[in-house]
C-alpha cells in the first residue's frame, strides 16, 4: 500500500519559514519523481516544485530563490523548504510521486501565511 504522509505545515507570519516533509513507504522511492503543488480555496492545484532521481530541480516562478525541494533516499523523505513566506503563499501543499508505474498523492498539510 502506497503512503505519501505530509508533516510540517503550520501558521506563519509574513518573512517566516516552514519546512515540509514527505514520507514515502509502499514504493521504490528512487524510481520516483518527486513534487510538490499546493491548492488555495477557489483555485486550481499548481505545481511549487520538482526534483527529478537524479536530483535536478524546477520551480515555480512565484517561489523561485525562497523555496527549496530536497530529497533523501535513505529515508524516504522529499522536504519542501519555505522562505520568505508570503500571504499568497497560503494554501494545502501536497505531495507527489510520479513515475512510469503510477502517480500518487498525499493527503495535504495546511500552510498559513498571515499576521
Known amino acids: 500500500q502506497v503512503q505519501l504522509v505530509e508533516s510540517g505545515g503550520g501558521l506563519v507570519q509574513p518573512g517566516g519559514s516552514l519546512r515540509l516533509s514527505c514520507a514515502a513507504s509502499?514504493?521504490?522511492?528512487?524510481?520516483?519523481?518527486m513534487g510538490w503543488y499546493r491548492q488555495a480555496p477557489g483555485k486550481q492545484r499548481e505545481l511549487v516544485a520538482h526534483i527529478t532521481r537524479g536530483g535536478s530541480t524546477n520551480y515555480a516562478d512565484s517561489v523561485k530563490g525562497r523555496f527549496t525541494i530536497s530529497r533523501d533516499g535513505a529515508k524516504n523523505t522529499v522536504y519542501l523548504q519555505m522562505n520568505s513566506l508570503k500571504p499568497e503563499d497560503t494554501a494545502v501543499y501536497y505531495c507527489n510521486a510520479l513515475s512510469g508505474l503510477g502517480s500518487h498523492w498525499g493527503q495535504g498539510t495546511q500552510v498559513t501565511v498571515s499576521s
Open positions: 509502499g514504493i521504490i522511492f528512487n524510481m520516483y519523481e
